[in-house]
């Protein structure tokens, strides 16, 4: 507004020159030098819709501007001048949004975006492996508590080596209102513009039209899918409709499916189907979400809006709420499906080496309040605790299988559990080995699991009979 406060003071200097009708062939030209010059970066930038050759970035400017990003690949980031590639729309927006393709797999590059005067620091981002090799975050209900939300962002910065971001919803606690969303975007602004991010639709985000307005997601930006690897996940609206016949369960469907070709399958919405927290856990999903995930073996499953930790395991899923991302804490307490709960701030780290996964639930102060070990690991960079992993043998089988610990100083009960959860047998360690027979059990899949320093190991044990 100052600049164009500054050129009305022109027009009126000219005016009173008496010359007003020969200088209008250049008023466009001044008008044009002037605004040109303004767009502040508001909001951003921020990542989002990552594969192995593409990335799109989006950001906000206060006043209507031209749209260019510069970047460069690989190596270490020097100085400006090295970001040696540009890309340039020449049409004055205040909401900008490109996508870089041609990029390498795997590959960490350096950007900044540049609007009229305006720049953002350097920041940078990496492209999708092409091998099933990739770290990851959760969290979600990071409203209306700014210092606990500035706290839960700074510990995920802390993590190396990931590549995208996953919210559980209730990213503010009005969607209508546009102080609460700049508050948003200035706490997240480090977190955003270094991982592709991949919100939820929270309760709090109704009516959605900022957070449609400001996120470019793929599909209808409410539901939608993305593969990274041999996993696929896929993101759902619990605030629509997803009852028998609703477009958003054909969907679902559909894209479960088609998640036959992938080794996990990970699916993420805001209302949780177990929870022990105060809003407890939400019955409509667990009469039309459920069934359908069970048919269809889904792996994961995230959830918030309780705002508080819970890992519950129900046939042969591992629910996991996370609503610790700096909204007010509630209580929590233990169901039977429970694994473990706490009501603490929290965000989730997952790492996927093939067909192994591990995850750690932390605090901010990267304490670990829970976790989980599937197959052996061993991601060399990874400043995690050292790994136990369980194996068993043979696998399938028939009367009996001998399961073993890696360390066989390990003195602590193997639990075999159903595919409804159900602890079935307690098993007691000699040497690192135990052998278990299930004599009179029907056959079908169990899981051999053990806990260690707070730490839970799994391995899937197959009984043919």
Known sequence: ????AFLSDWIIIIKRGGVMKKILPVLGCIFFLFVSASGNILKGPYLSCLTTTSIRITYETDDASDTRIRYSHGGVYRRSDTLSTEIYIPESVTHHTLEITGLSPGSRYFYRVLSGDSFSPVDSFLTAPTESRFSFLVFGDNRTDS????AVVDAMMEEEGILFVINGGDLVAAGYSLSDWQTFFNIERDLIASYAYYPVLGNHEIPNNQFINYFELPSNERYFSWVIGNCKFIILNTNESYLWGSSQRDWFESEL???GAYDYT???FHHPAYSSGN???TVAVQLFLVPLMEDYAVDFVFNSHDHSYEHAYVNGIHYLVSG???AP????????WTIYSESVHHYIRFDIDGENIRFYAKRPDGSIMDSLVIGSFGIEESALPEEISLSAYPNPFNSSVRISVSDKDVNVPIDVFNIRG???VSLSLLDGEAIWAPDDLPAGVYFATIKIDGQNFIDKLVYLK
């Not at 507004?1 to 164009?4: A, D, G, Q, R």
């Not at 210092?147 to 500035?150: A, L, P």
């Not at 804490?329 to 039977?336: A, R």
């Open 1 to 4: 507004m100052k600049n164009i």
């Open 147 to 150: 210092v606990s939300h500035q």
């Open 257 to 259: 499916a088609a998640s």
């Open 266 to 268: 990970f699916v993420v």
């Open 279 to 281: 809003h407890g856990s």
């Open 324 to 326: 610790g991302g700096g």
């Open 329 to 336: 804490l509630y209580s929590v307490g233990t169901s039977d």
């Open 422 to 424: 159900e602890r079935v």
